[in-house]
């Protein structure tokens, strides 16, 4: 473990770590909410504070976080693949998790007067004040927003793998793929209906519609109601790629016998 570390998976570590530590603190403030109502004045502004820079820190950290993993992928399908595989898998867990469990739960104590999640059974919302909750139901019963969301969920796959696989660790790549995929979560989600935006806010996705939020860039500091997805979410990928990288043998770059987590390209 230290050797895997100090091998250039520090980054990762650190990333998934302070992504475990935002989704705890946004539990911790839930059940303060909860239990000390109203929970504001200084106590609610740090616990927020600390989320927004947890946050921040998260996604501030992903070019240098994959870094590791664009080692492993550049130029081997076996382990692109394998890669691939891994995370489809996960992704899917978390997929059905959050359908079977969460995404009920989460509409009816996070929607505001700004943010409605779209819901199938909850008697905490007003049904008035959703516009097309009924054809939003009749798509769901059919598939239809789960099927987007595992389309985004490839196209998000290729854009990260892609980059790694071809032009391996380089930062140019890894900032690029930074970008494609900010770009994916952020535009895309509204593009095909997942989210529509009307005098409020209407998320009628899984994971992509709360994604198309929180990673919006002039937000990244704001932690609402709904942002424990992206904390849980982030902590997992960087769960993921470091047990990848941490399990796959670490391969040379160059007959030099420069290893995984030291400098190319002149960085």
Known sequence: M???VEGGLRPTLVAGVLS???AVAWAVHALLTAALPPF????????????GVL???AIVLFPFAIRPLYEQLQGNVRKAGAFALFFVLGYLSLFA???LFGREALAAHTSDGVVRFYYLHSPALDEFHYIGL???RAQ?????????ELVLMVVFLAALVGPGYFFGPRLWARVLSSVVLLAVCVLLPPAIG???WDYDTFLGGVFFDLLSLDLIPMLWWFVGGSSVVFFVLAATFYCYVFIFCYIVPQRRIDDGGMQSGELVDGE
């Open 2 to 4: 230290k050797h895997a």
């Open 20 to 22: 475990f530590s935002g």
């Open 40 to 51: 504001d004045g200084p106590p609610d502004w740090a616990i927020h504070a600390a989320m």
């Open 55 to 57: 946050k921040l820190a």
């Open 97 to 99: 998790l959050y359908i």
């Open 134 to 136: 009924e054809e939003w």
């Open 140 to 148: 769901w019963a059919r598939w239809i927003p789960q099927a987007k």
């Open 194 to 196: 997942l989210v529509l």
